[in-house]
């Protein structure tokens, strides 16, 4: 084996943590916003029940803004009625009277409905806000477990950058750019042994003879005619 692919094997140790280490940086922050996301699905339903629930709320006094202003049309209608000596408009203002305290009947049908429907409303919102503070619970965990992992992550990838650093000092300057070239184009391992049966275990790809000659000679760097990856025996 050639003495640089020693050095390569120990820069490309640290640059498959770190390509583990950053898909997971990269994957953590998704994960966040997917528990944040199932948070914001029991907020809305909270939202939305406070929601009907005002509704529900402008509805009923709306109703008992109705009751009210038939019952002044009636105090006045009977004032009236008081007031009269025909016996026909007497009568005629009875009517009214009558009709508007059929109207008053409704009405307040219409607000024990809307009474009971509130007690229903207000059964769905305490609900949705048992379930949102539930699940608000784990997803705050989740969310630090998760951070926490990230922030170790992190620091990890900054220690294998030193160390990656100082072992690029004194190695060929020209071999770590095809290293580098490679990495950037296949992702680690770019150093990959080259098996008995002369199959590239990068690419699972087999070499010639003429090349597995070259790789057990040890004198030079050789890369797969496949794949390109730098070889080494096994
Ligand atoms: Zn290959």
């Known amino acids: 084996m050639p003495p640089d692919i020693v050095g390569l094997l120990t820069l490309q140790e640290r640059d498959l943590r770190l390509q583990e280490l950053r898909k997971e940086l990269e994957r953590i922050p998704k994960e966040q916003d997917l528990a944040r996301e199932r948070l914001a699905t029991h907020q809305q339903a909270v939202d939305d029940a406070k929601a009907a629930l005002q509704e529900n709320g402008v509805a009923i006094k709306g109703v008992e803004l109705d009751v009210g202003t038939r019952k002044e049309s009636i105090t006045r209608l009977k004032q009236q009625q008081f007031e009269t000596r025909k016996n026909e408009e007497y009568q005629a203002l009875g009517v009214k009277v009558s009709h508007y305290s059929d109207e008053i009947d409704g009405l307040e049908t219409r607000e024990l409905e809307l009474m009971e429907s509130g007690d229903q409303l207000r059964g769905t919102l305490t609900e949705a806000e048992a379930a949102y503070s539930t699940t608000k619970g784990g997803v705050d965990e989740e969310i630090s477990i998760l951070q926490k992992r990230a922030d170790e992550f992190s620091r990890e990838a900054q220690t294998l950058e030193e160390e990656r650093q100082q072992l690029l000092v004194g190695m060929d300057e020209s071999l770590v750019s095809i290293y580098d070239r490679l990495l950037k184009l296949r992702g680690a391992p770019v150093v990959v042994q ?12 087999k070499a010639t003879p003429a090349t597995m000659v070259r790789v057990q000679a040890g004198k030079e760097l050789v890369n797969c005619e496949n794949c390109g990856r730098i070889l080494y025996p096994q």
Do not use: K
């Open 194 to 205: 080259i098996t008995g049966e002369r199959q590239c275990l990068g690419c699972h790809v």
